[in-house]
């Protein structure tokens, strides 16, 4: 009798461990994405991604949630913060005053729990609300649209914060009758007022223009100015264009000086779709060339960003279009298929490594930080990864004087990890214990850095440094994330 009592015993105590240690594994995981959120509101690279595409004319292109969870681990890997999602008013209300919500319930719990950030798009009609009968026409009643619209920022509030106004509404395709914008301002505005009294907080974008420079000053015309918290803007130009880049560069920049012109100076731009298609023709003008190629998508991406970030201070979202190939390479006449940073079968292009190079650029350690750092080969990309553990209880104060040094130490180590992901996103590499006795050289390495502060965390981060053969030469490359 008293073995048995002894036994049960010891079961209990096991299973109370065994619960004890799951409620800390997920309070650790709770704080890590909370961590993350908070690192990612301030992350300008998002994707634009179709994650509600499970109906017959997109082939089912999401027809599980295993589908969904495979992208959104990459997505993270890549180090992306926001995802542009739609949030499409066919799904959430089939039939007028019926809403089913629970296939956005689960991309947003999804993609919160990597710590990404949404920017949802309301729009377009319903068969039973259109004026035409027709996706691309606007509601019969913006009244209705409203009451849609309100139902998913109430839904979602808390979880959701930025929220953009119907795509393209500037462009036929995704808004029959153009007017000069006219009917839709008015519908900007009975959105905003509306949005703002179910969330104060939230922000409102404009659907992002397609039609350039005379599309902005149209929207001020019409008087929206008081009705969008970011200006919103789409950009494509033919990709093997000698100017691509300088155009794409230069239509925030004059997009600016309209705000400014209209006392908007103030606000701040987002980019929500630019991209470039790896092979096929580009829809928008016919040009086709078999040299659209993945190479070729690489050195843009790279180009774009570092020029958008370099100059503009005041465009603080890049969201390139889009993250996963919506149809298989091998017919060159599609169009708009293939501007993913992946493959259909979540293969990475080269472009994939280079964005995630790009979006998890962070400060060198700063030099009042001890650390532990080793290099590590990183055979997929052909760079060196150092990773480097940190220990502190203090506030990191840095400046952004990019002239500005830190100093590390390098040890020594005799073995080399593999990297692996983390859900941080980014190459996060475990540090292996260095047993050498050498002595440990100073390294000094140029860094450009902002405020972070800490409290009696260990901070991971992951330095890359990339070959100067390739576009980035001579950036380093890091994310941090928080292990304990």
Known sequence: MNRVVCLLTIFLLASSNLQAGEMLRRENMNKDVAYLNEINLKNPFGVLEFLHWNHSWNSYKYSSNRDLEKVVSLMAEAGVGWVRVDFLWQDIEPQKGSFDFAKYDYIVQLLRSKGMHILGILHYSTDWSSACGQWNCPPKDNKVFVNYASKVIQRYKGQVKYWEVWNEPDSATYWKEQDGLKSYCVLLREVYKAAKQIDPECKILNGGLANGISSVNLLYDNGAKDYFDILNIHFFQTPLSNGAIKAVASYPRLAHKIMQRNGDGDKKIWITEFGYPTDGCYSWDGYCDPTLSEENQNIRISNIFQTLRENYSYVTGFFWYDYMDDCESGNPLDTECRFGLVR????????????????????????????????????????????????????????????????TSEAPSSTTSAISSSSSGGAVAEIPENTSSEPIPEQTTPSSTTNYTTAQHILRITIQTTPSTQPWAGLHKGIITRIS
């Open 344 to 407: 259909t079968d979540l293969s990475k292009k080269p472009a994939y490594y280079t964005y995630q190079n790009l979006s998890s650029s962070l400060p060198i350690v700063p030099k009042n930080i001890s650390t532990n750092k080793t290099a590590i080969n990183n055979p997929i990309t052909n760079s060196t990864t150092q990773t480097t553990n940190i220990s502190t209880n203090q506030t990191i104060n840095s400046s952004t004087n990019n002239t500005s040094t830190a100093k």
